[in-house]
Structures are given as C-alpha cells and as structure tokens.
C-alpha cells in the first residue's frame, strides 16, 4: 500500500485568529508570489470581510536561484532574503500612502511572521476584499459605459501614482477590481517600483500579454507605459476577450497565435479598432493609448480621462447600454478559446523564451513584412467604425447629441408639423420614433457619468392627410425600430422598459402590449413576416450579433446568420421567403458594409452589392422586385434603389447630410426616409425618381426610423 504523501498544511492557518479576530474563510487567489484569501471577522452579530495575501520569503524557486548564483552560505543567504523583505516592507508602506484613494485597493493592515528553524518570512497583508474583474465577468457582462467608467477609475488611480512617483507595471484585468458599489479599483503593487532619479527599472517586470513595447524590451519607461497596459486591458474589453492580432471572435485560438500576436504587437505593426466599440471617437481613445511610440500616447492620464468624460457626454444611451462583453452563461464554452486568467502562466512560460533582440530576427522582420501590405488610408467617414457608428445611431438609438455639441434649453415644438410644401392628400399613415415629448431635447450627461434627464425616445403615428399625430407608447424608457404587421394591426419594437432592449409588440391602438424575447442579450430591429406570425430580429446572444427568428408567441426561436460579422437591419420579403439584412466587417480597419439576402432557413447567402462602399439599411419594395438602400458612393448616405438581385443600382437623391430608414409606400411610387441634411434629425418623403421632396416633421427634437403604416 503506497502511503499519502504527507503535504504540509497552508503556513497561514497557523497564524488564527489574524489579527486576533480574523479567520480564513477561503481561498480566492493564487500567484506566482503568493496565495489570497477570504477572511471574516464577527462581532456583536455582525460580520465583516477582509482580503489577505502571504508572501512567502523565499519561495522554493527563489531559495533555488539563489544558492545557484552565490552558494548555500545560511548567513549570506538570510541577509540576502532580509533584504528582499524590507524591500517588500517598502511596497507596503506605498500601500499605506495610497490608501485614501477610492480607486486604489485599500490597505488595511500587516505582520511579518520570522520562521523559528530556518531562513524565512511570512508577510500577511491584509487589505479590501474586492472581486477580480476576471472572475466578475464570469457571471455579469459590462455595457460600454461600464468600460468607460471602468477606463475613467483607473485612469485615477494612475494619476495618483502618477504624483507619487510611482509606476505600476503590471496593469492587466487581473489587476483590477470591482467593489460592491461598482467602483473599479487598481490593486497588486507588490511587483510596483517607486522611481525618484533615472527614470529605469532595474528589472524585467510585468506580463507581457499587457506589457509596452518599451518595457518589454529594457528601455527607458514612464506613466505611458501604464496607459499602454490599460490600453490594452480597455482593447480586450471591446474586443469580446481579444488582445489585438489575435483570432477574432468566435475563431478558435490556437497556442502559436499568442505568440504571433506578442511579436506583431511589439514590432509596432497597426492595431486596428477593436470590433465592439461601437463609436470612433473611443476607438480612437483606445487606439492613441496603445500606440507603439510612446511619444504618440497621452502624455498623463488625465488628458485621457478628458477624451473619455467628452465621449460619455456626446454617445447616445442606447450605445451607452449596449452590453459588450461575452454572455456570462457561454463562458464555459465560448471563453476556453480566448487567453484568460488560468492560461497567463502557460504563455508567460512561452512568451519568456522571446528575448527583446528577437524581434529582430528573419522571422520576425517576415512577420513585420507581412503586416506592412496594408490597403491605403481612406477617408475617415468611409471607414466601417464610422459608418456603423452611425447606423447604430439611428438603429439603436443613439441620442440627438450626436448631431450638435452645444446643449439647448426647453421649448415647445413648433406648432406647423410640416414645412411650406404641400402634402398630399392620402389615407396614409406613418409610423416613427421621436423624443418630441420628452422634457430635455437633448441628454446631458454630468463628468462622474451621472445624467440630469431621461431623453425618452416613444413611438407615434403621423397622418399625412390631416397631420394629427397619435403617441403609441408612453413610459420612461427609449422605444426604438418600430415596424408594423402587412395587415396593419399589430407593431414590433425595441425597449429597454424592463432594463436589457427587448422586442415587444403592440396593437396600432397602443394597447395590449406583450413583451415577446425575454434575456440579458440585446434584442432589436424586429420585422414581421408578411403572415404577421414570425418576427425577425438582430441579438448578441449568442456572443455576436446574428439575426434570428422567432413566433410571435415566442417559440421557435432560429439563428439564421453564423459568421463572424456583425449582422444587423433585417427585413423580411413580401414573399416570405428571404430575409434582406446589411453585414458589416468590424475586424478590418478598411472593411466595409455590404446588402445581403439569404433564405430563411439560413441557406442561399448572398452578397447583392458587393463593393468597396457602406451599403446598409435596406427594405424590399412591396412587389419584392426592387430594393431601396442607402450607401456612400458619392461620399453622404444618400437613397439608392437596385434590383433584387443587385442589379442597376441608381441613385434617388443626393443631399447635403446623411439620409438613412428608407421605407416604401404601398403603391411602389414614393419612398420615406429619415435625414439629418437640414441640422435636426426630420422625416421626408420623395417620388421614386427624386422628384418631390416633402419635409414630414420640422421641429426642433428628434425624429426617424420611419415606416409606412398601411
């Protein structure tokens, strides 16, 4: 019988009750220097919580090194070791004087335990109990504003090390903590150093996953390096879990892919976006901090935390809301295929055979090579981030604040609904969204990220005959993409009423309303089938944005679209049969937005404009032989129609500013839209051959997303 091997137990248990009154409750951590643990305490009924970390000095492999570099000497050895401590001691004390910060981890206390019979210490610190964003992420998602907010707190806490002299090194998501209140927090400064003179770390330190170019290969650093490493922390965020050169999600990774990412990155090749920003303004925040010359970054960060608060008080909530991160419930089988927590080791373990001289060698001058084959600069606005930014503005609601940068006080609309032009007289009707009813025409949003209004965004119906308008719903939530059944009974829409955006349907009288998808996903842009019994739809839940189908009565749920695109505006045609929708290439910095039909089995996939150009935003003609869309051809989004199988694409009108929603009236003959070619955000109608143009609504709110109600 083989006996058990007799494991000592943990040297911390030995020291209970901590602190006269702590005791271990369980382990929550384990690094290379050291193990976490929960700890509570009781009294007079109540309990409280605690977090201690044990330092071991010195571990196996430090005693290991150290008689391998001068000898197995007691005496040198202990002085050696005293050394390390008191060098560690001085870590604490940098805790201590941090402590008053909300956005660093606060230190509460320490002891030093000396072992009786050998050389060795114990140092127990014990500080904030907090969750580590890694395993916070296990069980909730963060929407955008989260990441920002999260970027904003940390930024803070760099500052004030920043003003101590101190810089950090090893900022990463294991790093960083959330607290009860959902405060974001920097912590771990046991490997920080404190730089008074040169300016130089005598010390290859950090992970290199987050690790600046500069660091990593010995140079001199400074506080950009720090910003560098939350860079990349906020890239990974947008990027469902992604540092940038690897697999985009949901591609599987494979081991040599860390490796060829570290070495792409630290060469210096093009970052491009990451694929869920959703805005460029904070692509660009995320892209200047992980510049690869430090002279390019933010020169501190509060520049940074400027860009960030002006980002917060210029995005509509919508985008704001938008989840980003991956479904907690798809961890478990989406997130094996992404670096995380329990992988660092093995790839610091690989990555540390990479020397800095390496990056010179034939391989990695080949795979620099190969990055440099980059397709020309184009115009901003022709980029995809810039053109999806903007038909998420209209088709997930981003708020007026888009559109102008200077706040405007209350006043009562207009009393004339439409311009000097003459509608004509029809049985008509038209469905949209507007804001017009709500106290604030514009949102503001404060610098802490707090916001004095709600800028509710409710669905109405306009008659082009006597102009009465009709308010279908009326709550304190933002309605959004209302589309009405073909028999004109029933509307689908988007809300957030209950929190996450939902898909509901309503009758046309306002009453009745059922809420039909019911999930933390983001669910929206619904359709009706042409018999009004299935709906189709955009949603995130499975991680990407795919489009989907469902009944009305909830069941039947279907995944139309698989890839790795993000899928968005579709539409059912009057035949039944296919779905149209717009597929926009987030992973390319110069990929583009294309038109695509497929059936509604998810067979028949196939690209009807195909061109370098933003195509998008498209809806069949009633006949199902014609397709209005908009694009970018001539630089705006201006209307084009072509036919359904992509063919003869010729321009409607062309204007000034953006025009977008195009929605067809019964007969075939005139097209509403929604345009901003006049400053405010206002509904047109227009003849098929651009003849006519009519101005719907003209007042000083928002409306859009129009669709004719029959």
Request: aromatic content about 10%; overall charge negative.
């Amino acid at each position: 019988m083989i006996d058990k091997p007799n494991i000592p137990p943990d040297p911390i248990y030995s020291y209970q009750p901590l602190w006269g009154s702590w005791y271990i409750d369980s382990l929550i951590g384990e690094g290379s220097f050291g193990k976490v643990y929960r700890i509570v305490r009781s009294e007079l009924g109540y309990s409280y919580t605690s977090a201690v970390k044990i330092i071991t000095i010195p571990s196996k492999e430090q005693l290991r090194q150290a008689i391998s570099s001068f000898g197995d000497d007691k005496e040198t050895l202990r002085v050696y070791f005293e050394g390390m401590v008191e060098n560690i001691l001085s870590e604490v004390n940098l805790l201590y004087r941090l402590r008053a910060n909300p956005n660093i981890i606060i230190y509460e206390d320490h002891m030093v335990g000396k072992k009786k019979d050998d050389i060795g210490w114990d140092i127990l610190l014990r500080m904030e109990y907090a969750t580590a964003l890694t395993e916070y992420l296990k069980k909730e998602r963060l929407k955008v504003e989260e990441i920002i907010n999260l970027s904003i707190d940390i930024l803070t806490a760099i500052s004030i090390c920043n003003k101590n002299n101190i810089i950090h090194r090893d900022i990463k998501d294991e790093n960083i903590f959330v607290s009860d209140n959902k405060t974001f927090k920097l912590g771990d400064f046991g490997i920080a150093k404190e730089l008074s003179k040169s300016g130089r770390a005598a010390s290859f330190r950090g992970t290199p996953l987050f690790m600046s170019p500069e660091v990593f290969k010995g140079e001199k650093y400074d506080i950009r390096s720090d910003l560098y490493s939350l860079g990349i922390v906020i890239y990974k965020l947008l990027n469902k879990g992604r540092i940038p050169f690897m697999p985009p999600y949901p591609h599987k990774v494979e081991y040599k892919d860390s490796d060829n990412a570290l070495i792409k990155r630290l060469t210096g090749s093009p970052i491009q976006p990451p694929a869920y920003a959703l805005s460029k303004e904070l692509s660009s925040v995320v892209l200047k901090a992980v510049s690869y010359n430090k002279e390019d970054r933010y020169a501190s960060p509060d520049d940074m935390k400027k860009d960030l608060y002006r980002i917060l008080s210029t995005t509509g909530e919508s985008v704001l809301n938008r989840y980003v991160t991956a479904l907690p419930s798809l961890k478990q089988e989406k997130i094996e295929s992404t670096i995380h927590i329990h992988d660092i080791p093995k790839v610091v373990k690989k990555v540390e055979e990479i020397k800095p001289e390496d990056i010179q060698t034939p391989e990695a001058k080949e795979t620099y090579e190969e990055i440099q084959h980059i397709p020309p600069t184009i115009p901003w606005y022709k980029k995809p981030w810039a053109i999806a930014s903007f038909s998420l503005f209209f088709i997930t609601a981003l708020s007026l604040s888009l559109f102008f940068t200077v706040y405007k006080t209350y006043q009562d609309d207009k009393p004339k609904e439409t311009s000097e032009a003459v509608v004509e007289p029809n049985e008509e009707s038209i469905l949209f969204v507007s804001n017009r009813d709500s106290k604030n025409k514009y949102i503001k949003i404060n610098h802490d990220g707090s916001s004095n209004n709600i800028n509710n965004n409710q669905i109405y119906i306009i008659n082009l005959d006597n102009k009465e308008v009709l308010k279908i719903t009326d709550n304190i939530a933002d309605n959004w993409a209302p589309t009405c059944s073909k028999d004109g009974t029933k509307i689908a829409f988007e809300s957030n009423m209950d929190g996450d955006y939902e898909i509901y349907i309503i009758n046309v009288d306002g009453s009745n309303l059922i809420k039909l998808t019911n999930n933390s996903a983001y669910d929206c842009e619904p359709s009706f089938s042409p018999d009004g019994n299935k709906i189709v739809f955009r949603s995130d839940r499975q991680g990407n944005d795919e489009i989907y189908t469902i009944n009305v009565d909830g069941t039947g749920l279907f995944r139309v679209t698989d890839n790795t695109l993000y899928d968005c505006m579709p539409e059912w045609s009057p035949d039944g049969k296919k779905i149209l929708y717009t597929s926009i290439n987030y992973s390319e910095i110069n990929g583009n937005a294309n038109i695509y039909s497929i059936n509604i089995d998810g067979t028949d996939k196939k690209n009807l404009t195909e061109n370098s150009f933003n195509n998008l935003s498209a809806s069949w003609s009633p006949d199902g032989e014609k397709i209005v869309f908009v694009s970018d051809k001539l630089g705006d989004l201006d209307l084009y129609t072509m036919d359904k199988n992509g063919s003869n694409q010729s321009i409607i009108i062309s204007n000034e500013g953006r025009d977008f929603y195009p929605s067809w009236s019964s007969d075939g003959k005139k097209i509403i839209f929604m345009s901003d070619k006049d400053g405010d955000c206002e509904i047109f109608m227009v003849n098929l051959d651009g003849s006519n143009l009519i101005k719907i609504t003209d007042n000083d709110y928002f409306n859009g997303m129009p669709e004719w109600l029959k």
